[in-house]
C-alpha cells in the first residue's frame, strides 16, 4: 500500500510492475528481479556463463505476479489517471494493462492527527488485506518532501506519542501517522521520502511489534553518483576541496522544493553522506563549508531531472583538478524499481521474522535509518556489501514459505 498513490513514482511503480508481470516489459533495474546472489565474495561473477541462482528465486522472493497494490492519496483518481497525468509511462505501454490500473483507486488521505485518522487507517489496511487476500501487507511513503518537525519529547516515547496523536498536536506528521497504523496492523514500513518519520516512539513500538522497517529518502540518481564516486577519490587519496551540486527539477517533488523550509529537508539529506564518506570536512582553508547542495524547481523539465556535480580535488604536488558530471536522468524511472526493491526484501525480512531498521538496505536511502549508537554507512559499496552479507545468511538459513505481499 502506497502512501502517495497518485503521484509521479508511485503510478510509475503501479504501471511498471503490472506491465513487467503480464509480460509487456522488461524486468530492467531491480536487483531482486535479474540479481545473482553472491559466490567467492562477490555480489555478481565477472562472467555472463555459470552464474549464480537468481536472488528472487534463491530466496523464494515474491513473484511480481503477485503483488497487490492501493494506498491513499489526497485525490480520487486512479492509478491510470496518475498515469496519464504525470506522462511518464508511455501511452501505448500503459494501455496494455489500463483495466488493471483503472481498477486501483485509493483511500481518501489522512492529512492531520487524530485518533479517528488512526483508526480509518487501520480499517483501510484491513480492508485491502482481507478484499485481495494477500498474506503481508507493506507500506511505503512515497510522499513528497515536507518541512522538518523538530524532534521533541513527544516523539521519544510510545506513551507520550499515543497522547499527542488523542489531542491533535502538530507534533505529529502525517508520514509518523501512517507509520503508526501500520505498525499496529503488523506491516512493514519503507520511508522513501526525506521526512524524519523514524522516532524513538515508533521504534519502540516496532520493537514490540516484530515489524521491520527502512527508509530515509531514496538514493537514485545525483546522490548515487556521489555515494559511488567519493570513495574512489578517497582511496586514491584525492582530497576533495570542494563539491558543487546543483539540481533543477519539475515534477511534483520539486514543486514542493519550493518551499524553502521543505527544500531544506531535502537538501540536508542530500548533503549528509560526503564528510562520512571522505573522513574529513569538505572545507575551505578557511573553514568555510565547500559542499554546497542546491535543487531549484523548473517546470518545463516535468520528471526529467537534470543535475551538475563540480568537483574540487587536489592530487600530487598540491596541483588542483576539477571534475564535471551532468547527469540528465528520469526522476520515477530511477525511483521505481528501488521501490519495487524495498517491498520485496522487506516483506522477504518479515517472513524470517526480522524487526526494527533494516540496515542492509542503506544502498537504497540518502540518510539510511541504523539503529541508534550504529555507525550509519554512506559508502555504496560498503552498503552493497552489507546486501551480499544478509544474502549470505538468508540463504544459509532454511527457505521461508511463498507469500503474496501487497
Known amino acids: 500500500m502506497i502512501v502517495g498513490l497518485g503521484g509521479a513514482v508511485a503510478s510509475t511503480v503501479v504501471a511498471g510492475v503490472e506491465l513487467m508481470a503480464a509480460g509487456r516489459a522488461p524486468a530492467t533495474g531491480m536487483l531482486t528481479e535479474t540479481g545473482h546472489m553472491p559466490e567467492h565474495g562477490r555480489l555478481y561473477r565477472r562472467h555472463e556463463t555459470d552464474l549464480a541462482p537468481l536472488i528472487r528465486d534463491a530466496l523464494g522472493l515474491v513473484p511480481l505476479d503477485r503483488i497487490a497494490f492501493s494506498g491513499w492519496d489526497v485525490r480520487p483518481a486512479s492509478v491510470l489517471e496518475a498515469v496519464e497525468r504525470e506522462k511518464i509511462v508511455p501511452y501505448q505501454l500503459a494501455q496494455q494493462v489500463a483495466n488493471r490500473l483503472e481498477s486501483i483507486k485509493p483511500f481518501p488521505a489522512v492529512r492531520k492527527a487524530s485518533s479517528e485518522g488512526v483508526l480509518q487507517l487501520r480499517q483501510n489496511i484491513r480492508a485491502f488485506r482481507e478484499a485481495t487476500g494477500v498474506s503481508r501487507v507493506v507500506v511505503v511513503d512515497l510522499t513528497p518532501t515536507a518541512p522538518t518537525i523538530p524532534i521533541s519529547e513527544t516523539h521519544t516515547s510510545l506513551e507520550r506519542f499515543e497522547a499527542a496523536i488523542e489531542e491533535k498536536s502538530p507534533a505529529i506528521s502525517p508520514g509518523m501517522l501512517y507509520f503508526y497504523a501500520a505498525l499496529q496492523e503488523n506491516a512493514p514500513y519503507v520511508n522513501f521520502t526525506p521526512n524524519v518519520n523514524e522516532i524513538p516512539a515508533l521504534a519502540e ?6 515489524v521491520p522497517f527502512a527508509g530515509r529518502d531514496g538514493k537514485s540518481g545525483q546522490t548515487f553518483l556521489k555515494t559511488v564516486l567519493a570513495p574512489g577519490l578517497r582511496d586514491r587519496q584525492l582530497r576533495v576541496r570542494g563539491w558543487f551540486s546543483a539540481n533543477i527539477l519539475g515534477n511534483n517533488d520539486g514543486k514542493a522544493l519550493s518551499d524553502p523550509q521543505a527544500c531544506a529537508t531535502k537538501v540536508t539529506s542530500k548533503g549528509a553522506a560526503l564528510d562520512a564518506i571522505l573522513g574529513y570536512p569538505v572545507t575551505s582553508d578557511e573553514g568555510e563549508p565547500t559542499h554546497v547542495v542546491t535543487i ?111
Not at 205 to 210: E, R, V
Open 296 to 406: 531549484q524547481y523548473y517546470p518545463p523539465r516535468g520528471d526529467e531531472k537534470e543535475s551538475w556535480d563540480s568537483i574540487d580535488i587536489e592530487g600530487f604536488l598540491g596541483s588542483v583538478m576539477q571534475l564535471k558530471i551532468n547527469f540528465l536522468c528520469r526522476d520515477s524511472i530511477l525511483a521505481a524499481p528501488l521501490v519495487v526493491d524495498l517491498v520485496r526484501f522487506i516483506e522477504y525480512a518479515h517472513r524470517r521474522g526480522e524487526a526494527g531498521p533494516q540496515e542492509f538496505l542503506g544502498a537504497y536511502f540518502k540518510s539510511p535509518v541504523f539503529a541508534p549508537g550504529q555507525f550509519v554507512v554512506h559508502d555504496f559499496f560498503e552498503q552493497l556489501e552489507a546486501i551480499m552479507q544478509k544474502l549470505r545468511t538468508w540463504s544459509e538459513a532454511d527457505s521461508a514459505p511463498a507469500a503474496r505481499v501487497a
Open 205 to 210: 513500538l516496532a520493537s514490540k511489534k516484530g
